[in-house]
């Protein structure tokens, strides 16, 4: 073999590993765990977040309704465009996720209090760990509905980096609080969207991530 043929072979891209349900299920489990932190975190902070998850928050400060059952049941309509536009085992996978979530964010309250938060400190903390969460979900195929769902279906089909319309959607929703949320737990939780939309623009990118 030539040197320029070995360093071809070098260069080359090794083909993608498929992940194994124990992959996948611990990538469930720990992004769905992230996120259902973060919920916790902005509830009692007074912050939301954009997506269904941003709508779930403002019906939940508006009736009292549980948040975890409210989160579940407005995804309940999206899974008919998941399924038609990415296929059965994405939207499989995201029910699960959803399902998790909501049961993790009703329970967390029983099982973890925190005394004193300060909310720009949950903004930074909660955006961080929300787009974590988001991105272990994203890599192993799934995600947790409503607006995820249609930022990965664009970068899939457009091209167009998800971390943006993430981004676009989650401040957009977090603006239409400002009829129920007070002006500045409306800024912390923008500050919390940019946070999440701008980690996801960076590392969430088409063909950096191999795995499948």
Known sequence: MSLRAS?????RPRD??????????????????????????FAQAGLLTGSTAGVAFLIHYWTGW???????AINLPFYWFSWQRMGAEFTFK??????????LTDLGPKVIHVDY?????????GGLLLSTGCLFLARHRASL???TIVSL???????????????????????????IVPFDRVLYSIVAAVVMGVFL????RPGRYVGR
């Open 145 to 147: 509905g409503g607006a």
């Open 117 to 125: 938060l300060n909310p720009l400190f949950a903004a930074i903390l």
């Open 201 to 204: 623009w960076l590392n969430h």
């Open 66 to 72: 549980p948040l975890g059952a409210v989160f579940f």
């Open 7 to 11: 360093l071809q072979w070098v260069r």
């Open 153 to 179: 279906y664009l970068q899939e089909a457009r091209g167009i980096p998800a971390g943006k319309v993430q981004l676009f959607i989650d401040c957009t929703v977090v603006l239409l609080a400002l009829f």
């Open 94 to 103: 995201t029910f699960i996720a959803v399902g998790m979530l909501a049961l």
């Open 16 to 41: 993608p590993q498929r992940h194994g349900y124990y992959e996948d299920f611990q990538a469930l489990f720990a992004g769905t765990l992230f996120v259902s932190l973060t919920l916790m975190l």
